[in-house]
């Protein structure tokens, strides 16, 4: 699901997904990212923020969190996935409208928010279902 965030904070758009039952989404292979570009190229308005966070600047590693910036996992085989190179002014993740690709960026970027929202039962950061079975 695609949110508006209210504000240009990495907390706004953790509180947006919030609001919808869900949490920060992040396509964590090349085929979740495919499938996902055919629904934003409906939809895409501004540059779509994922739940991807840079861990470490100088690693180049890709954490993934929970609602309040809670540390969940350290994601996996990254380099391919997202494009670029992380720095301490581009420490987020965009999915964007040239490619459908993803981006590391400024967390302040205007951008909507990729929210995933558990279908069967709470997923790995404890948020409940939204969706009956």
Known sequence: RIVERNGSSWSSADDACAAVG????QPEDEATLTAL??????VFSLPILT???VGNVETAEVAIVCRDNHFL????????????EPSEQEACVFITNNDYKMHYGPCATAAMVLCSQPEESHDSCS?????SS
């Open 51 to 53: 739940g991807f966070v």
């Open 73 to 84: 996992a350290l994601a996996n085989d990254t380099d391919q996935l997202i494009l670029g």
């Open 22 to 25: 869900g949490r920060m989404g």
């Open 127 to 131: 948020v409940a279902p939204t969706c």
């Open 37 to 42: 570009a055919g629904y934003l190229k409906t």
